[in-house]
């Protein structure tokens, strides 16, 4: 550990911990000054989401897609590309995961059509991440602006499609035919002996949200191109210094950015409605930069940070529930906080905790 840092289990554990329970201490104090309990808050928060086996089973579920758009963000930043873009690249994503049920769910099992689906939304994603790359890579258009433009052009290709192109005939709904068995994964609880999740719709995208975090530790940390992607994303004038080509480091990175968030579509699509449907996303690509900053671009933070927010997600949903006066848009003020502390406000304890860490680590001076 060299001056002015700290060492790196504080920087990946301490340091989110401190950041959600400072979040947590000010949505107490939000709830308090409703009338409720900040206590049993979170006992019901962490019961609705922990407590029972179907909660649980809703709890990945949702982690599943944080995963997805976590790593997809992440892999972003570690070329110091700001990849927003998730939201679009996942809706696009959600394409390729139903033109291949579509085509395979009535002649081939689900295990024969997922391989297809994985790739349909991996490609899809990836081509719709391609051209705010390109842009950026050689025309200097801004990542981020680029991204959040391919996110409403993604909103309306989907409305187009499904009400003109792919709705079911005779249906008044803008969504494609259900698929039938070929085209839905099995839940995780069919899979898992001993284990019953109720009617939570974890299935075994989970699985693949797991091996995509191996995927992406091995290529970033014990690959050449990943050397080369946090070469580029820490000092680009020494990456091309080096001989790495910008122009090919930002589209390979913004393709696999891209790849990741269009299989968050296989959990939501193939997993669960089974179907392809208009707001399938639902915002978990805005979250997964959440994600990605509480995780520190890392695959086992993402894992952890995931699960938090998929705890928000359903033990908010029991939250509301049992304490009326807690509704619905407090728990997105919470999330928000989370988000607030997390990202906007990560360095606020930075600071003192490298002073505390330089003071522990000085050498002791003996008296003279």
Same mark, same amino acid.
């Given at each position: 550990?060299?001056?002015?840092?700290?060492? /790196?289990?504080?920087?990946?554990?301490?340091?989110?911990?401190?950041?959600?329970?400072?979040?947590?201490?000010?949505?107490?104090?939000v709830v308090l000054a409703i009338g409720e309990n900040p206590i049993?808050?979170?006992?019901?928060?962490?019961?609705?989401?922990?407590?029972?086996?179907?909660?649980?089973?809703?709890?990945?579920?949702?982690?599943?897609?944080?995963?997805?758009?976590?790593?997809?963000? =992440?892999?972003?930043?570690?070329?110091?590309?700001?990849?927003?873009?998730?939201?679009?690249?996942?809706?696009?994503?959600?394409?390729?995961?139903?033109?291949?049920?579509?085509?395979?769910?009535r002649f081939v099992p689900w295990w024969v059509t997922l391989p297809?689906?994985?790739?349909?939304?991996?490609?899809?994603?990836? =081509?719709?991440?391609?051209?705010?790359?390109?842009?950026?890579?050689? /025309?200097?258009?801004?990542?981020?602006?680029?991204?959040?433009?391919?996110?409403?052009?993604?909103?309306?290709?989907?409305?187009?499609?499904?009400?003109?192109?792919?709705?079911?005939?005779?249906?008044?709904?803008?969504?494609t035919r259900t698929f039938e068995e070929g085209g839905r994964l099995?839940?995780?609880?069919?899979?898992?002996?001993?284990?019953?999740?109720?009617?939570? #719709?974890?299935?075994?995208?989970?699985?693949?949200?797991?091996?995509?975090?191996?995927?992406?530790?091995?290529?970033?940390?014990?690959?050449?191109?990943?050397?080369?992607?946090?070469?580029?994303?820490?000092?680009?004038?020494?990456?091309?210094?080096?001989?790495?080509?910008?122009?090919?480091?930002?589209?390979?990175?913004?393709?696999?950015?891209?790849?990741?968030?269009?299989?968050?579509?296989?959990?939501?699509?193939?997993?669960?409605?089974?179907?392809?449907?208009?707001?399938?996303?639902?915002?978990?690509?805005?979250?997964?930069?959440?994600?990605?900053?509480?995780? /520190?671009?890392?695959?086992?933070?993402?894992?952890?940070?995931?699960?938090?927010?998929?705890?928000?997600?359903?033990?908010?949903?029991?939250?509301?529930?049992?304490?009326?006066?807690?509704?619905?848009?407090?728990?997105?003020?919470?999330?928000?906080?989370?988000?607030?502390?997390?990202?906007?406000?990560?360095?606020?304890?930075?600071?003192?905790?490298?002073?505390?860490?330089?003071?522990?680590?000085? #050498?002791?001076? /003996? #008296?003279?």
């Open positions: 550990m060299t001056a002015g840092q700290m060492p /790196r289990w504080a920087d990946y554990i301490l340091m989110p911990a401190i950041n959600v329970a400072a979040a947590f201490f000010v949505s107490g104090l049993d808050a979170v006992r019901i928060l962490v019961w609705g989401a922990f407590g029972w086996n179907e909660g649980i089973g809703f709890t990945l579920f949702y982690a599943t897609n944080f995963i997805f758009t976590g790593l997809a963000v =992440a892999v972003a930043f570690h070329a110091s590309l700001f990849n927003i873009g998730g939201e679009g690249q996942a809706y696009i994503g959600g394409l390729g995961v139903a033109f291949a049920c579509l085509a395979l769910d297809f689906a994985v790739a349909g939304a991996a490609a899809f994603g990836a =081509a719709w991440a391609y051209i705010p790359a390109v842009l950026q890579a050689k /025309r200097g258009s801004h990542v981020v602006i680029t991204t959040i433009m391919f996110n409403f052009i993604a909103a309306s290709l989907m409305v187009y499609l499904l009400v003109n192109v792919m709705a079911k005939e005779g249906s008044m709904q803008p969504e099995p839940l995780l609880d069919t899979i898992l002996p001993g284990v019953d999740f109720g009617s939570a #719709p974890a299935n075994l995208s989970f699985v693949l949200a797991l091996l995509a975090c191996v995927f992406t530790w091995v290529l970033i940390w014990r690959t050449k191109l990943g050397y080369e992607i946090r070469t580029f994303g820490a000092n680009q004038t020494a990456a091309i210094y080096a001989g790495i080509s910008p122009v090919r480091i930002t589209v390979i990175t913004m393709l696999i950015s891209g790849a990741m968030a269009g299989m968050m579509a296989v959990n939501e699509i193939m997993g669960s409605q089974h179907r392809l449907l208009i707001e399938f996303v639902s915002g978990y690509g805005f979250v997964g930069i959440a994600v990605a900053l509480m995780g /520190r671009s890392h695959p086992l933070g993402i894992l952890f940070a995931a699960l938090l927010f998929g705890m928000l997600y359903q033990g908010g949903a029991e939250l509301a529930f049992e304490m009326p006066a807690i509704t619905r848009d407090m728990i997105v003020v919470i999330q928000a906080l989370v988000i607030l502390f997390a990202g906007a406000l990560e360095h606020m304890f930075r600071p003192a905790l490298i002073k505390l860490f330089g003071v522990l680590s000085a #050498p002791a001076t /003996r #008296p003279a």
